[in-house]
């Protein structure tokens, strides 16, 4: 069974493996919809996908902003060999089999040749290109912001990664309610926003009136109900 092993960069530890199975799609990009996520700027929502097609793994980019290399590449398609490098975003993947793993047959010379573009230009474009999201995205990072409604006062920024809100006293955001778990539910911020999880308790956290069963992305003046405390969403620039 192959792996995808993805690390931040080729030399770098690993970040996690994934199988993949005769049969089996995977999708990679920064959404959590993706089998393989990529928590990064320069990855698309929906960047690449890997597709057993019965000759083998077919790796074929999802019109990605900006695009998806194979072994330094650009590459619109690839059937992956062992060892093959697959660069998104500032990320890499690389594919692999397991020793004396029988490989299948790639389908003849054409379809076990890659499908690329001229990299030169591409890659002075790309390196411009991710320079100027990360400047943008610095310039235009929007905060997340709890502003008590009732059952509390004042405004708590969502600076952190992982905001934890709970009757446990050392809880980020602490709310009371006899039902209400010691952590009830976090707000992760991630790069596409923010997200409110459902942890644990009897009361389940709930989102404009709507219980909230696992997880649900915030949107600008939500309302958040946990317990006795009632809060709104803001985005603040």
């Known amino acids: 069974m192959p792996t995808l092993t993805l690390k931040f960069k080729k030399d770098s ?5 994934y199988k993949i199975e005769r049969g089996q799609s995977v999708t990679v990009g920064r959404l959590d919809s993706n089998d ?7 990855v698309s929502g929906h960047h690449a996908k890997i597709d057993w097609t019965g000759n083998g793994f077919l790796l074929t980019d999802l019109k990605s902003k900006n695009g998806t290399f194979v072994n330094e590449q650009l590459a619109i398609s690839h059937w ?4 093959d490098v697959v660069t998104i ?6 594919f692999s089999y397991d020793p004396g793993e029988a490989q299948p047959d790639k389908g ?14 591409y890659r002075s ?23 008590f409604l009732s059952g509390g006062e004042g405004d708590i920024e969502l600076s952190k990664k992982l905001t934890k809100l709970g009757k446990n006293p050392a809880s980020d955001v602490v709310v009371k309610g006899f039902f209400v778990g010691q952590t009830a539910a976090t707000i992760s911020k ?3 926003g923010y997200y409110l999880s459902y942890v644990g308790g009897f009361s389940k ?5 709507q219980s909230v069963r696992d997880s649900v992305g915030l949107k600008q003046f939500d309302v958040i109900e946990i317990g006795s405390a009632k809060m709104q969403f803001i985005h603040k620039v």
């Open 13 to 17: 530890t690993k970040i996690r493996e």
């Open 36 to 42: 393989v996520v990529i928590e990064n700027l320069a």
């Open 80 to 83: 992956l060999k062992d060892g």
């Open 89 to 94: 975003g500032k990320h890499v993947l690389i």
């Open 108 to 121: 003849g010379q054409a379809m076990s040749e890659t499908m690329v573009m001229d990299t030169g230009k």
């Open 125 to 147: 474009m790309l390196a411009k290109n991710i320079t100027s999201m990360a400047s943008q995205s610095a310039e235009t990072e929007k905060v997340g912001v709890l502003s």
């Open 190 to 192: 991630r790069p596409d």
């Open 205 to 209: 956290p709930k989102v404009n009136g």
